[in-house]
């Protein structure tokens, strides 16, 4: 068994598009429109299934946010440096919420950037991980 995706409902599917594949560096890897269920849906990814997991973007006709609720942790990005990974998200225009340093009580260097959704996302600095 393997994680093949994770799903994430959001109010403007070219946005959030947008922010994954041009802040992220994603690709975006298929896109699916059900006019007749009413909703739309784009994988992203850093590659497709089955060498990579996916992230699948759920845009509902009509339903422009969500409430996230308090059980949604984050998304894990693991990333050579995370200094460096947040200075070209910034000037993408990403929103980094935790600037990159230590784990408390630890060494490893996190940071964690919000997506437009208002979704969570830590980069993890690791090396051997490509950006």
Do not use: W
Not at 20 to 48: C, H, I, N, W
Not at 98 to 125: C, H, M, S, W
């Amino acid at each position: 068994m393997r994680i093949l995706h994770t799903m994430l409902r959001v109010g403007d599917l070219q946005r959030s598009i947008d922010f994954y594949t041009q802040v992220l560096g994603m690709k975006l890897l298929r896109t699916t429109d059900r006019p007749e269920q009413k909703y739309s849906l784009a994988f992203v990814g850093y590659g497709s299934n089955p060498e990579h997991a996916e992230i699948e973007l759920t845009y509902n006709y009509g339903v422009s946010s969500y409430e996230l609720g308090s059980a949604y942790g984050h998304i894990a990005l693991g990333v050579p440096d995370a200094y460096a990974a947040c200075d070209r998200i910034r000037a993408a225009g990403g929103n980094i919420t935790r600037e990159p340093g230590p784990v408390k009580g630890g060494n490893t260097v996190i940071a964690f950037v919000t997506d437009p959704d208002g979704y969570k996302i830590e980069l993890i600095q690791r090396t051997g991980d490509s950006e």
